[in-house]
């Protein structure tokens, strides 16, 4: 009798259905993990948004696979479907303890919700045929929700009592209370600096991470000055984990600002009124007088006002002794080192004519470009170096970057006064 090649396909199909030869072992749940990826956050999570993946190693010989996603301790809610190997998000050739990849659906309705998942590896050609084995061990992760939104009529503006009430909507939080965070406006918000998996309860000082009672939506608070001029705040998604403590995974508002209503007042004025501005605003006001407070100082050498005029001097007077050297590498206006005029005294003015100073410039784009570039301004915030080798105390906030982001804040403002 002759046997076509495929009654012998036939037959071996039918014996491999039969043996279906016991898997070396079962799956590893990869991804999401409930101990994370050290350092990801919301590795933990899955997401009906994200494709609601689920990642495990392969298990040589296996043909299908048994997703079981469960009720916390209980019983598969979808259905335990049997899915074929050529189901899987497609990648390279499965090997045995190669991650192979499943998008699971079912999982809209547990939003906001832990749930369990685990997978069987099972044998055979068909369905029908397929016998599964060794359960793998089971996974609790939490299904995330669809973002918060924060009402437009929230204030953008600090008051002056300081007291300030955030605002977001509800959200089906099963077992997650919401956690308020709170930010000096230039904290880098990148989610993992702040959601540190050693404590995503604790932001840097001044910073807040508040965790509020369940279905929360609106939180008041009286700002520390140190959160001042500016903060930015959103609201997120944390949950204490029986094996790894608390844990934020998601941020269920974008990041939000809100600033003090006269940022001049608060963050700029201190420094126009510091010593390091004033002495040098001061100098030609007092005739370059030795020993006038603010001023200059009793022991600066004898100059005069054609001293401090650049272009009768060679573009040298003040800068034979306060070379280009003594000046801040940052910035890229040098003008050289020389006193204003007079008529830019910066002694005995009230904010208000300070803040029309910092507006001479002009336009934004102006006066942003002096006040983020001058190197003499910047000498004063960040560098403080004179002719005699020693470097002054700095005027506040005695950085560079810290008061170009003031100035940032107060010309996105639009230069109030
Ligand atoms: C080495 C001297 C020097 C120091 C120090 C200095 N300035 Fe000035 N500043 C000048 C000069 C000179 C001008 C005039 C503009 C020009 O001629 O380019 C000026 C102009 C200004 C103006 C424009 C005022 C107007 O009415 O147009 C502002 C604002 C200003 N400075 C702020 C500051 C602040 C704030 C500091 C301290 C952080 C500071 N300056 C430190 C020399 C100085
Ligand atoms: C002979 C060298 C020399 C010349 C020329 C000179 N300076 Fe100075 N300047 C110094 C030294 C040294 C210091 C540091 C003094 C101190 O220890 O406070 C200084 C400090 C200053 C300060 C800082 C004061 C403060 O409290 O922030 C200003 C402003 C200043 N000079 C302005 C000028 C101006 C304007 C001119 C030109 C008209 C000028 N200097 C020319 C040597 C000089």
Same mark, same amino acid.
């Given at each position: 009798?002759?046997?076509?090649?495929?009654?012998?396909?036939?037959?071996?199909?039918?014996?491999?259905?039969?043996?279906?030869?016991?898997?070396?072992?079962?799956?590893?749940?990869?991804? !999401? %993990?409930?101990?994370?990826?050290?350092?990801?956050?919301?590795?933990?999570?899955?997401?009906?948004?994200?494709?609601?993946?689920?990642?495990?190693?392969?298990?040589?010989?296996?043909?299908?696979?048994?997703?079981?996603?469960?009720?916390? @301790?209980? &019983?598969?809610?979808?259905? +335990?479907?049997?899915?074929?190997?050529?189901?899987?998000?497609?990648?390279?050739?499965?090997?045995?303890?190669?991650?192979? =990849?499943?998008?699971?659906?079912?999982?809209?309705? *547990?939003?906001?919700?832990?749930?369990?998942?685990?997978?069987? &590896?099972?044998?055979?050609?068909?369905?029908?045929?397929?016998?599964?084995?060794?359960?793998?061990?089971?996974?609790?992760?939490?299904?995330?929700?669809?973002? &918060?939104?924060?009402?437009?009529?929230?204030?953008?503006?600090?008051?002056?009592?300081?007291?300030?009430?955030?605002?977001?909507?509800?959200?089906? %939080?099963?077992?997650?209370?919401?956690? %308020?965070?709170?930010?000096?406006?230039?904290? +880098?918000?990148?989610?993992?600096?702040? #959601?540190?998996? &050693?404590?995503?309860?604790?932001?840097?000082?001044?910073?807040?991470?508040?965790?509020?009672?369940?279905?929360?939506?609106?939180?008041?608070?009286?700002?520390?000055?140190?959160? $001042?001029?500016?903060?930015?705040?959103?609201?997120?998604?944390?949950?204490?984990?029986?094996?790894?403590?608390?844990?934020?995974?998601?941020?269920?508002?974008?990041? $939000?600002?809100?600033?003090?209503?006269?940022?001049?007042?608060?963050?700029?004025? #201190?420094?126009?009124?510091?010593?390091?501005?004033?002495?040098?605003?001061?100098?030609?006001?007092?005739?370059?007088?030795?020993?006038?407070?603010?001023?200059?100082?009793?022991?600066?050498?004898?100059?005069?006002?054609?001293? +401090?005029?650049?272009?009768?001097?060679?573009?040298?007077?003040?800068?034979?002794?306060?070379?280009?050297?003594?000046?801040?590498?940052?910035?890229?206006?040098?003008?050289?080192?020389?006193?204003?005029?007079?008529?830019?005294? #910066? *002694?005995? $003015?009230?904010?208000?004519?300070?803040?029309?100073?910092?507006?001479?410039?002009?336009?934004? =784009?102006?006066?942003?470009?002096?006040?983020?570039?001058? $190197?003499?301004?910047?000498?004063?915030? @960040?560098?403080?170096?004179?002719?005699? @080798?020693?470097?002054?105390?700095?005027?506040? !906030?005695?950085?560079?970057?810290?008061?170009?982001?003031?100035?940032?804040?107060?010309?996105?403002? @639009?230069?109030?006064?």
């Amino acid at each position: 009798m002759r046997v076509s090649s495929a009654g012998v396909f036939c037959i071996l199909l039918v014996l491999v259905a039969w043996i279906s030869p016991a898997l070396a072992t079962a799956p590893t749940p990869v991804r !999401p %993990l409930t101990n994370g990826i050290p350092g990801v956050p919301g590795s933990d999570a899955i997401s009906p948004g994200d494709g609601a993946m689920v990642s495990f190693t392969h298990v040589a010989g296996a043909t299908f696979y048994r997703i079981c996603l469960a009720d916390p @301790g209980g &019983a598969c809610f979808n259905g +335990n479907p049997l899915v074929s190997v050529n189901q899987r998000v497609q990648g390279p050739p499965l090997t045995q303890g190669l991650t192979i =990849s499943f998008i699971v659906t079912g999982l809209e309705a *547990r939003i906001g919700q832990s749930i369990d998942w685990r997978v069987r &590896a099972c044998t055979g050609q068909t369905a029908t045929t397929a016998q599964c084995q060794e359960l793998s061990e089971n996974q609790t992760v939490i299904v995330l929700l669809p973002p &918060a939104v924060i009402p437009e009529n929230v204030s953008q503006i600090i008051p002056v009592n300081q007291s300030v009430t955030f605002q977001w909507t509800n959200h089906p %939080l099963a077992n997650a209370p919401p956690q %308020l965070i709170v930010l000096p406006d230039w904290t +880098n918000t990148r989610l993992q600096p702040i #959601f540190t998996s &050693a404590n995503p309860t604790t932001v840097v000082a001044p910073g807040l991470s508040i965790a509020l009672q369940p279905n929360t939506t609106s939180h008041t608070i009286t700002l520390s000055d140190a959160l $001042k001029p500016a903060i930015k705040w959103a609201v997120a998604n944390c949950r204490n984990y029986p094996n790894k403590g608390r844990r934020c995974s998601q941020l269920l508002t974008p990041w $939000k600002k809100m600033r003090v209503a006269n940022i001049f007042m608060f963050q700029l004025a #201190f420094t126009f009124n510091e010593r390091r501005c004033q002495s040098c605003h001061a100098a030609a006001a007092t005739n370059f007088q030795i020993g006038a407070i603010p001023g200059l100082p009793a022991n600066h050498a004898a100059v005069n006002a054609t001293m +401090n005029n650049q272009s009768t001097q060679n573009n040298q007077g003040c800068r034979s002794c306060h070379t280009d050297a003594l000046l801040p590498t940052l910035g890229n206006i040098n003008p050289g080192w020389h006193a204003p005029p007079a008529s830019m005294d #910066f *002694r005995g $003015k009230s904010i208000g004519q300070l803040c029309q100073m910092a507006r001479a410039p002009g336009s934004p =784009s102006a006066v942003f470009r002096h006040l983020m570039n001058d $190197k003499l301004i910047l000498w004063a915030v @960040g560098d403080g170096r004179v002719p005699n @080798g020693t470097t002054l105390s700095l005027a506040s !906030p005695s950085s560079i970057e810290e008061w170009r982001h003031a100035v940032v804040l107060w010309i996105e403002a @639009g230069m109030p006064c």
